[in-house]
């Protein structure tokens, strides 16, 4: 797990990249994004860099 980078919430993830907060679950639970899960309810945290490599494919229109 990162130590230094803040981990972003689903929601704040969502935002970054622009989309809803389930398309983000879904691209998580489709392996499309890494997300570390936290606590006893297994909550989803994302690093910006993470985030950037996604959309960076994404825009490259590589494979994710």
Same mark, same amino acid.
């Given at each position: 797990?990162?130590?230094? $980078?803040?981990?972003? $919430?689903?929601?704040?993830? +969502?935002?970054?990249? %622009?989309?809803? %907060?389930?398309?983000? !679950? !879904?691209?998580?639970?489709?392996?499309?994004?890494? +997300?570390?899960?936290? /606590?006893? !309810? /297994?909550?989803?945290?994302?690093?910006?860099?993470?985030?950037?490599?996604?959309?960076? %494919? $994404? %825009?490259? /229109?590589?494979?994710?």
């Amino acid at each position: 797990m990162p130590h230094q $980078s803040r981990l972003l $919430s689903t929601t704040e993830a +969502a935002r970054y990249l %622009a989309v809803h %907060a389930n398309t983000v !679950r !879904r691209w998580e639970t489709q392996g499309l994004l890494q +997300a570390y899960r936290l /606590g006893t !309810r /297994g909550d989803r945290r994302f690093t910006r860099k993470e985030l950037d490599r996604f959309l960076r %494919a $994404s %825009a490259e /229109g590589t494979s994710l």
